[in-house]
């Protein structure tokens, strides 16, 4: 069994960048069905994943966590991310779901 070297939430962006590197012959069928999904549902590159993460840390006061949520899901209109984040059980501004819109949108990270 491998040793746990550190715990890190990381988006499936990030994942997907990780299981590519394995050869599909090396998987066991978790890391396969696992490698499936991501290639299927990351929406972002994994740089491009890590600096958004970042980015919603240090601009609009969001936990890691919530953070990766918002850039796994990546809502594209202020209604999407209103209803995504009204689960947080935390006021955020518009002024604050507007910035992370604009960390979101492919054109501002290049």
């Known amino acids: 069994m491998t ?4 715990k890190e939430i990381i988006t499936t962006a ?5 299981l590519d590197s394995v050869k599909a012959d090396d998987m066991d069928q978790i890391q396969r069905w ?11 590159d994994a740089k491009t994943a890590a600096k958004m993460v970042r980015q919603l840390v240090e ?10 949520e918002v850039v796994n899901v990546m809502p594209s209109t202020l209604e999407e991310l209103r209803a995504f984040t009204f689960g947080w059980k935390k006021l955020i501004l518009t002024e604050t779901l507007e910035k992370m819109l604009s960390i979101l949108k492919p054109e501002s990270q290049g």
């Open 14 to 18: 990030e994942v997907k960048e990780i």
């Open 34 to 44: 696992t490698s499936d999904y991501v290639s299927k549902f990351a929406k972002t």
């Open 3 to 6: 040793d746990i070297l550190k």
């Open 59 to 68: 601009q609009c006061d969001l936990t890691s966590e919530e953070a990766v």
